[in-house]
């Protein structure tokens, strides 16, 4: 949790190896997969790629490259039938967040059940409706762009 401007390099390189090239690698693999009918790729983001938290900038800058790059792959893989979103899960209750903050109490963030109305909601949707957006799952309202 230092700050972006004294970053160590390889961790930096590894933040990004991990949350940034490990889903494009990933999508690479399974793409002729994907292809044969109505795919949708779903990159988890958060929040930090939006807030420029201090002392997030390596995990912060990984996942908005990660936006970015789901929402370049949305427009070249559309024709494919290829769709890609990314999903902001929000703060919630988990070892990467307590692990973020040694000894403080994060029982008052949400559990990871919180969200499975908006994953219903995303798995109900056309693939090629969603492809390109970016969703926060504990938003009150979700909603496809008309």
Do not use: C
């Not at 390099?9 to 292809?35: I, K, M």
């Not at 930090?48 to 490259?65: F, H, I, N, V």
């Not at 903050?101 to 994953?119: K, T």
């Amino acid at each position: 949790m230092r700050a972006l401007a004294d970053s160590d390099l390889a961790g930096l390189r590894r933040t990004f190896e991990v949350n940034t090239f490990a889903p494009l690698a990933l999508l690479q693999a399974v793409r002729p997969f994907l292809a044969t009918g109505n795919g949708m790729v779903i990159n988890l983001s958060s929040d930090a790629a939006m807030e420029g938290y201090e002392g997030w900038g390596s995990y912060g800058s990984s996942k908005a490259a990660l936006d970015l790059l789901s929402l370049t792959l949305a427009n070249e893989l559309w024709e494919e039938g290829i769709s890609v979103v990314s999903v902001d899960p929000g703060d919630m209750r988990t070892s990467m967040h307590q692990n973020a903050f040694p000894g403080e109490d994060i029982s008052d963030r949400p559990l990871l059940e919180v969200m499975m109305p908006f994953w219903g909601w995303l798995l109900g949707q056309e693939a090629e409706a969603v492809t390109g957006q970016r969703f926060q799952a504990q938003s009150e309202l979700w909603q496809v762009p008309a």
